[in-house]
């Protein structure tokens, strides 16, 4: 009995009957003759190897060096077991290893010689894949399955790739640049708009408020004007008044007045009655008493008439003062009417009742 290792295949031949029949085992046991069986092993264990192509001229001519690092195995499928037999069975892994590398790099380096430095260096996972896709099928028929395959390195030996990054960098700053000057130009403009719309609203704000104060100052005004309206008509009102009290105080000083001069004037009649009536009693002749008392008599007369015209004017300019007086208060327009009111009935006794002189 033989018990195969675990991360390995076995390869039973021969036997004693001479059979050429190989036998593949996977991990677990088997039985096998002593001196007679052949036993063989293939290690499944995953195998990491670095291709490395130097100074491989792209496309476009420029030398370059690219290294990369693949995982591969043997497969474990019968078939494909039989193939990595063929070609591997009785080598050492570092043999394996190193068949397996060089046909990688043989790979990598006809793809290399079909690709732009842009195209290899720009894109590192579409070149790794279009080597995995062109090497698969070679390493298939090897029994070998390659698990990952990626490019590790990239360089020159001519700084071709340092110049083309410092244009990808120059390029990438001067886009950079670009999209700061936009962005700062963006942004004073939106700082503008901003400023703008906060000055709109400022002003809207103050033209508002403006009309408010103005709302209220007119409102304020209209209200003073009402209220020293009020205050004037009440004053006009109580001026009036009081001109009219005081016209009509004027008034009745003015009857009394009159009525004292009526008084005077009816004692100054009697005392001349009396004088005539004495005169002619013992003076005069009974003839020239008579003629004497109607001469005392019409003097009488006329003197009462002028006392009493006398005392009508009096009388008329007292009532035109305390009138000019109310006149004042109430408006010149009256003045004509008051005084032709008050002073057409004296007018007209005074020109019917003064005798002619």
Known sequence: MCICAKYAVSIFSGGCCGSDEKTYTVGGWAWAWWLITDIQKITLEIMTLQPKCEDVETAEGVAITVTGVAQVKVMNDKELL??????FLGKTVVEIRSVILQTLEGHLRSILGTLTVEQIYQDRDQFAKLVREVAAPDVGRMGIEILSFTIKDVYDKVDYLSSLGKSQTAAVQRDADIGVAEAERDAGIREADCKKEMMDVKFQADT???????ELEMQKAAFNQEVNTKKAEAQLAYELQAAKEQQKIRLEEIEIEVVQRKK??????????????????????????????????????????VLMAQAEAEKIKRIGEAEAGSIEAVGPDSLHVLLYCHLYPFLSVCSNDIPQL
């Open 208 to 214: 508002r408020m403006a009309d408010s104060k103005r």
């Open 264 to 305: 005077q004037i009816t004692i100054e009649e009697k005392e001349i009655l009396r004088t005539d009536k004495e005169l002619i009693a013992t003076v005069r002749r009974p003839a020239e008493a008579e003629a004497y008392k109607m001469q005392q008599l019409a003097e009488a007369q006329k003197i009462k008439k």
């Open 82 to 87: 039989g193939y990595a037999c063929e070609q």
